[in-house]
Nanobody, 118 residues
């Protein structure tokens, strides 16, 4: 099983980025797919997720209204559209998969760096 993130980079505050996650190695139709991030000196934290049914989305309060998570029906491709980026959004962003939204993230990607300059 592999989750591979891409799309990170350096952007000015107020700008936008779209992260992609390519999932392979098994079927992900019964998995919730999510994004987490780890800021420098902080623990990894939840950012956004797409439910295993694909019908619901979840967001951390800090990104609601600015970020959008979406994917294809198989959930083999998941995206995080990030708008109005702020310096506090800086960090390594990880894609993860949770079987049937159990609350335990079963698979993780290697991460992609996002840096927002002020």
């Amino acid at each position: 099983v592999q989750l591979v993130e891409s799309g990170g980079g350096l952007v000015q505050a107020g700008g936008s980025l779209r992260l992609s996650c390519a999932a392979s190695g098994r079927s992900f139709t019964s998995f919730a797919m999510g994004w987490h991030r780890q800021a420098p000196g902080k623990e990894r934290a939840f950012v956004a997720a797409l439910s295993w049914s694909g019908n619901r989305t979840y967001y951390a309060d800090s990104v609601r209204g600015r970020f959008t998570v979406f994917g294809d029906s198989t959930k083999n491709n998941i995206y995080l559209q990030m708008n109005d980026l702020k310096p506090e959004d800086t960090g390594v962003y990880y894609c993860a998969a949770d079987h049937l939204e159990s609350g335990k993230w079963d698979y993780w990607g290697q991460g992609t760096q996002v840096t927002v300059s002020s």
